[in-house]
C-alpha cells in the first residue's frame, strides 16, 4: 500500500457538514463531516461551512473557525468516490 497522498485539487460545500473534493488521484470524494462536530472549531453554520479553503501543500481543508481537516480524513469518511468526468470541449 505504498501510494502517495492525493491532492485536494478543488473544494466544494454542497450542504452544512459535507464536503466534495476532486482529488489528484483521479476521484472526487464527497464526504460527511458530522462526526467531528464536536471539535470546538467546526462551523456552526452553512455559511461559516463555506467559507473553506485549500492549505497550501495541498492537503487539508481549512475554514475561517480554525477548523481543519486532513485529505485521508476526508476520503476514510467518503460516502461516495467516483471517477471525476472530464470532459473535452470541443470548438
Known amino acids: 500500500m505504498d501510494r502517495a497522498?492525493?491532492?485536494?485539487?478543488s473544494v466544494a460545500t454542497p450542504?452544512?457538514?459535507r464536503v466534495s473534493i476532486d482529488a489528484s488521484d483521479g476521484n472526487r470524494y464527497e464526504a460527511d463531516m458530522s462526526s467531528l462536530s464536536a471539535v470546538y472549531s467546526f462551523p456552526p453554520d452553512a455559511a461559516e461551512w463555506s467559507?473553506?479553503?485549500i492549505d497550501?501543500?495541498?492537503l487539508?481543508?481549512?475554514?475561517?473557525?480554525?477548523?481543519?481537516v486532513h485529505v485521508d480524513q476526508?476520503?476514510?469518511?467518503?460516502?461516495?468516490a467516483e471517477p471525476i468526468a472530464w470532459r473535452m470541449v470541443r470548438s
Request: aromatic share 10%; no cysteine.
Open 5 to 9: 497522498t492525493p491532492l485536494i485539487r
Open 15 to 17: 450542504a452544512h457538514a
Open 51 to 53: 467559507r473553506v479553503s
Open 56 to 58: 497550501s501543500y495541498g
Open 60 to 68: 487539508a481543508l481549512v475554514w475561517a473557525s480554525g477548523f481543519e
Open 74 to 80: 476526508i476520503i476514510g469518511l467518503a460516502t461516495r
